[in-house]
């Protein structure tokens, strides 16, 4: 690797670095909706606080999640996909945390209350 | 090498079967827990044809790699993502070498590459989902591959001076 690129890499690094402490920051404070998506319809919301618990299934036309919910943070336990790569995410608490199970095009996402991270 | 020599067909085939090889052997490190996130061994493949003999060669495994992965591994679905991360990694990657040919090094190459092929990803999941919520990926996305791709750069480096031999040997 020559000198110049290791410079241009770092200095992407940084950036990075720095938009995600901002939307860490952003995030941090203020209340928390989890939204369900199941292929672009919104599906369900729920309002998260420190004392959610909840253990439900989402069912979509191409399968079935297993959402469990622990003290405001939500987790996938299981589902009926074949790459269970939205069991193996991590869970999501934060704004901006999302869990996505592309197969059954189902997207849990964690956004802010007053509507700041609205995209439609 | 001659495009229609025996030669070529076993090198692809191998090339192929080596790259089927990393993709199985990736499923078994344990998954990175951000959705979409892999290290990508098998673009090893991709970056080291792409390197020594040309894109339209690259392009052809790149397609039966991802096609066969996913009938063996996967689902006709995710066949979407793959192909539509790697076909634009490879493109930029292809640009990248033809236009700064000297100036850039095989592990900044496969750095860029590596990010492309999750922006494509990214793309192409937003396409299908229909929500363009998934760009907040991106960012850590992006960030992971910086890292996956000098893993594979690195790779590609030290394995290259042996591939240059082996294509050498006996070429007519």
Redesign the interface.
Same mark, same amino acid.
């Given at each position: 690797?020559?000198k110049k690129?290791i410079v241009i =890499?770092a200095i992407?690094?940084v950036v =990075?670095?720095a938009?995600?402490l901002l939307?860490n920051v952003i995030g941090g404070n203020g209340q928390r909706k989890l939204v369900i998506?199941i #292929?672009?319809q919104e599906y369900q919301t729920i309002t998260l606080t420190e004392e959610t618990n909840m253990h439900f299934t989402v069912e979509t036309p191409d399968g079935v999640n297993e959402v469990v919910i622990t003290n405001g943070v939500v987790d996938v336990v299981s589902a009926d996909c074949?790459?269970q790569?939205?069991v #193996?995410?991590?869970p999501a608490s934060k704004v901006?945390d999302?869990?996505?199970c =592309?197969?059954h095009?189902l997207?849990l996402?964690i956004v802010g209350d007053n509507g700041e991270?609205d995209?439609q | 090498m001659k495009r229609n020599s025996t030669r070529y067909l076993t090198f692809m085939a191998m090339m192929i079967t080596l790259a089927l090889i990393l993709s199985y052997f990736e499923t078994l490190i344990p998954a990175i827990p951000i959705p979409g996130a892999k290290i990508g061994l098998p673009n090893l493949v991709t970056l080291l044809v792409l390197s020594t003999l040309g894109f339209w060669d690259a392009l052809v495994i790149l397609i039966i790699r991802t096609t066969i992965v996913s009938m063996l591994f996967t689902s006709v679905l995710s066949l979407a993502y793959s192909l539509s991360g790697g076909i634009l990694s490879l493109v930029i990657m292809f640009l990248v070498i033809r236009f700064l040919k000297d100036r850039i090094s095989i592990v900044a190459t496969s750095v860029i590459g590596a990010t492309m092929h999750s922006v494509g990803q990214v793309l192409c999941a937003m396409l299908i989902v229909e929500s363009f919520s998934l760009a907040t990926l991106l960012p850590i996305l992006i960030l992971i591959s910086i890292v996956t791709g000098m893993i594979v750069g690195f790779s590609a480096k030290f394995t290259l001076k042996h591939f240059n031999l082996m294509l050498r040997k006996g070429t007519t």
């Open positions: 690797m020559k690129e =890499l992407v690094v =990075l670095a938009v995600l939307m998506t #292929d672009g074949h790459n790569v939205c #193996d995410t991590r901006f999302k869990i996505v =592309l197969p095009k997207i996402e991270v995209y | -």
